[in-house]
């Protein structure tokens, strides 16, 4: 299960992006994480004078007696956020025009991520929801949580339709520390609702990340003939002919992307496109490069 | 209303095909699940609604038009009441307008008769007019205008032709067919028995064709007449040339009778003979047949007149002409072919050639026929004249020797000589003839051929000649080609004395006789044919215009018809000139039909048992006598073309949707 998850291809990607990310300093990553801790180091950073009113816990003996002067020793602290992974599991997640289904996409990416912040020694979570809360896990780092955010993250299954308010409500209970929020999902749903929905999370001092997981064909219909299109959520019938699919609803959708892209970072919130048939390592790429971006 | 042809409407099942397409088509239109429908609007759905439709209105339209097709072929029609002048139908006239009718008025009163029956109809009944001999002439289509009627009659005159009640049965039973209404046939004829077909069933008409028979009698039965003529076509020797003739008399009693003949109008010779009853006598003219050179145009005449006048004269031309000189030419120095040739040729009896030897710059057209012995590699300008001369209606006896078979070619024709075929002379092993066309004119009676011996034959390939003979290696040993209006006779064994023991044998003076004799068309004309009989004028497409001249001296083909036309019906008894590229000139001589000059009429049983059968087949007719069926598949068929045209330009506009809508996306 784990090796299903941590595709060769995949894991490759990531693996580049650890060394570049460790390359930048694991401080740039503490502060990118902004943990609100100082860190119990183990790598030793730079020496700074000593100013009335440090730790003398910190200062370094043995170069006040070599030299006479008072130095504090520094170290670079380790994160110790916490990252919780909303994870959408609503009937729409199960379309697919090509090989792979966005809740497989999703699925994908949540665990990357969650492997990634692993990695990094930060508390991992998991709440898969549709119309309400149907899975979650605590972030934690301890032993085994990694493994049952992968058992949870499997077990994600399109199974209702797609409801933010409920289980928004349920989960903003559970996330009072302050950490790192991704929301995967299709963002069905009028982009102001999502915004006003997922905003109170980034008011609790959360960084909140949107990862919109859409398929190629829902971006660009590609219609030969018309069609009688079946809502995969409502069960709703539509006829639908090739040039309504080529003209007016390109122009809907891309009017709701960019409504709802203005709208989640109007309130502080990231966005970020991730389609099926884009390589998975591009959105984590893309992710760290927003982390970077913040810096 | 009813169907002619029910069993059609089985077809109808054939509706099930297009339903059958168009479920399976709607079949086709699986639903296809998508993840959200928020941007989608209902009014996306009319092009779907249309092309639903479109598929319901071509369904329509398709079950329409096979369902037409199927009702046309059932032949529904309505019965409807006829008019008045509908009530009697359409009336045929038909007229016997053949040589017998000629006489004693007959004809007159035919015409009378017929005018009579057209002032009976009633205005508005439609009429035709036919006359009929040998063939039948439509003088008028259906018409309601008693005029045209009436001059039409008044339009026809007697022929020379015989009549045929079978061909004119034959006529009336496809105007029978095409014809949508009762037709009662009026018939005008003399009705000789020697007019009716072999089987009486020949002279059945069709369902709901009437016949009445009106029978114009002569008073006068008996008549003589001159049957046939024996005399010489071509005439070498004018002293000795005699005409034989037969008279023959038909319901005639035992009478003298005075025959004269006649060269180019002048009258030579008279002849008494006294005829048995109904018997046949011959006459004979000896004492020669002075006539000058050329076709001399000659009859042998009854004086006495006699129940028919028409037959009395029998014509016949004679050409008076100087033996022909054929040509022969020799590529070897060897003499041997020559003296073969020349002495076959003096055993003839009589001379009708003379063979000379070709002199240089001699040209060919000057002969009508020439013998070409293995003259090697010809010059291309002499390989050339041979061509223009057998293309232009020549006629060349090709002896196929060792110096043409190292040119490998025929001069003149497209023939490629193979190689050469050899038999040991010593011992027994020698070619025979093993197969040959007896049908040939060249090999007609020729059975001695089986005992020449072949030792030397070249092979030919025939290519598009015919094999006349062939040994038994199947080498071919005589063929004949063509080219352009000309022919050529091939034998692929020299006549040198050593390559075959031909000259030798019985069969070569047979051989040369007859060949050239067929090559110089000496014995092919047509001396006598009787009217209608059809003439061949060209074998070829390319052949030179024959010009045509009619017994009355005036022109019978169109300019184009000269030139393209392929054969001509001799229509008028008397000589008939043609005139062909050459200064050639044939006349030929065209006589009545004999079977004319019997008057003995068909019984009145026979006559009454067609009319009988006649009638009997118009009361199984399809229609009843007050009453008319009005056939609907015309309309049908017309809606049928509609609801296709309709078809098309539906499925048109449904494909050019479709290609928008792919486009667009």
Known sequence: ?295 | MGLGAPFWLAGLGLLALPLWLHLLKRHRSTPQFFSSLMFFERSTSASVRQRRLDYILLLLLRLALLALIVLAFARPFVNRALLPAERTGLTLLAIDSSASMSAQNKLERAREEAAKIVDSLPPGARGRVLSFGSTTTILTGATDAHDELQAAIRSIRPTASRSSLGGLAASLRNLGRIADEPVTVHLFSDLQRSSMPPAFDELRLVAGMALRVHRIEGKEKANWTIESVNAPRRLLDPATARVEAVVAGFNTPAASRTIVLRVNGNQVATRTVQVPASGKARVTFDGGLSVPYGFAQCEVALIEPDALDADNPFHFAVNRADPDKILFSSGTSSNDAYLYLQTAIGATAPTLFTLQPMAAGQPWTAAPAVIVSDPGAMAQAEVEALKTYIRSGGAALIIVGPAMASTGRIPGLDLAVQGTSYAERGSDRFLQVSEADQAHPVMDGAGRWESVRFYQVFRINPGQAKVIARLNDATPLLLEAHLGEGKALILASPLDGRANDLPLQPAFLQFVEKSLRWLSAAGERVGLVTVDDSYELRQSDTAAAVEVLNPAGQRALTVSEAAGAKAIALDQKGFWTFRRTGARTEVLAANIDRRESDLEEMPAESAELWQGDAAANQTTGPAAPDRAQRQLWPWLLGLAVAALLAEVWVASKHLNREQQAKEGA
């Open chain 1, 1 to 295: 299960m784990v090796q299903r998850f941590l595709d060769p291809e995949i894991l490759a990607g990531i693996a580049n992006l650890e060394l570049t990310a460790r390359t930048v300093v694991d401080g740039f990553i503490a502060g990118l994480h902004r943990s609100p801790d100082f860190g119990f180091s183990q790598e030793f950073a730079e020496y700074r004078q000593y100013v009335p009113g440090d730790d003398l816990r910190y200062v370094d003996w043995n170069v006040y007696a070599r030299s006479g002067r008072l130095y504090l020793k520094r170290y670079h602290g380790e994160t110790n956020t916490r990252l919780t992974i909303l994870l959408d599991r609503s009937n729409s997640m199960g379309f697919a025009s090509t090989g792979i289904r966005k809740i497989d996409y999703a699925r994908y990416l949540a665990a990357s991520l969650a492997y990634l912040a692993h990695h990094q020694r930060d508390a991992v979570g998991l709440i898969a929801f549709d119309d309400h809360v149907r899975d979650f896990i605590a972030p934690s780092s301890r032993q085994g949580q990694w493994l049952k955010v992968l058992h949870a993250i499997d077990r994600a299954e399109p199974g209702n339709r797609t409801d933010f308010a409920q289980p928004f409500l349920q989960f903003q209970e559970s996330l009072h520390t302050r950490g790192i929020v991704l929301v995967v999902s299709d963002f069905y749903a009028d982009p102001e609702t999502v915004a006003r929905t997922i905003a109170p999370l980034r008011f609790h001092g959360n960084d909140v990340i949107l990862f919109h997981i859409l398929d190629p064909m829902e971006i660009n219909p590609d219609l030969r003939e018309p069609k009688i299109m079946i809502d995969l959520e409502t069960g709703q019938e539509l006829e639908v002919s090739p040039a309504y699919a080529a003209g007016p609803y390109r122009t809907r959708i891309d009017a709701h992307l960019a409504r709802l892209k203005q709208s989640v970072e109007g309130v502080g919130l990231t966005y970020v496109l991730a389609e099926t048939n884009k390589p998975l390592d591009r959105a984590l790429r893309e992710y760290l490069g927003i982390r970077q971006g913040r810096l």
